[in-house]
């Protein structure tokens, strides 16, 4: 064996025990808690797997607004996503994430036949107050369409246009150019 070899062999026994050194050393053992300690209560049924907390069930009034979040506006909004759907510039041409929605929206209308709803139309800022107007009417109309070709009854539905004169956002013209549905 050359010394090369055996210094090599040499540095190598050495590593090891001091990994050996290190891995018995007695570690300390942490300070021993003097709090109480609260009686465990049995959480595991007759097999063995953990048992079920007690909850008292839900009324069908409960599992109804669970599942469709009641017959109000934030209902509406929280079942369907949104109360609103967005329109292209200068546009009443339903998009695809508006028809989308408005589905979600039509099941939750049909879901309670008893509300009846106001379809407001919006615009942005730019443009006249009459043309504003005009277009805000034309978005609500598609709106109110498109839910009653999806079942909804028109008889439950009416529109109102308020053109530019009602800004989500001012300045926000994309958060503008919506139609808005408004449970009564």
């Known amino acids: 064996m050359t010394s090369k070899q055996l210094g090599k062999n040499i540095?190598?026994?050495t590593a090891a025990a001091f990994i050996l050194a290190?891995?018995?050393a007695k570690e300390t053992p942490p300070p021993e808690?003097?709090?109480?300690?609260?009686?465990?209560?049995?959480?595991m049924d007759g097999g063995g797997k953990p048992a079920m907390p007690e909850t008292p069930p839900m009324?069908?009034?409960q599992l109804d607004?669970?599942?469709?979040?009641?017959a109000t506006s934030n209902g509406v909004a929280a079942y369907a996503g949104a109360d609103r759907v967005f329109f292209a510039y200068d546009s009443s041409d339903l998009t695809d994430s508006a028809r989308a929605t408005l589905g979600k929206q039509a099941a939750w209308l049909m879901h309670y036949p008893?509300?009846?709803?106001?379809?407001?139309?919006?615009?942005d800022e730019r443009g006249t107050r009459e043309y504003n107007l005009a277009l805000g009417e034309r978005r609500a109309t598609a709106v109110k369409n498109y839910?009653?070709?999806l079942?909804?009854?028109?008889?439950?539905?009416?529109?109102?246009?308020?053109?530019?004169?009602?800004?989500a956002e001012p300045g926000n013209y994309s958060q503008n150019r919506r139609g808005v549905l408004r449970v009564q």
């Open 11 to 13: 540095a190598l026994l």
């Open 22 to 24: 290190a891995c018995s």
């Open 33 to 43: 808690d003097t709090a109480p300690v609260a009686p465990v209560e049995d959480t």
């Open 59 to 61: 009324t069908a009034e």
């Open 65 to 70: 607004m669970q599942e469709w979040g009641g």
């Open 114 to 123: 008893r509300v009846r709803a106001t379809i407001e139309g919006h615009c």
């Open 147 to 149: 839910l009653i070709a």
């Open 151 to 167: 079942g909804v009854p028109a008889s439950r539905l009416k529109t109102i246009s308020y053109g530019k004169e009602r800004p």
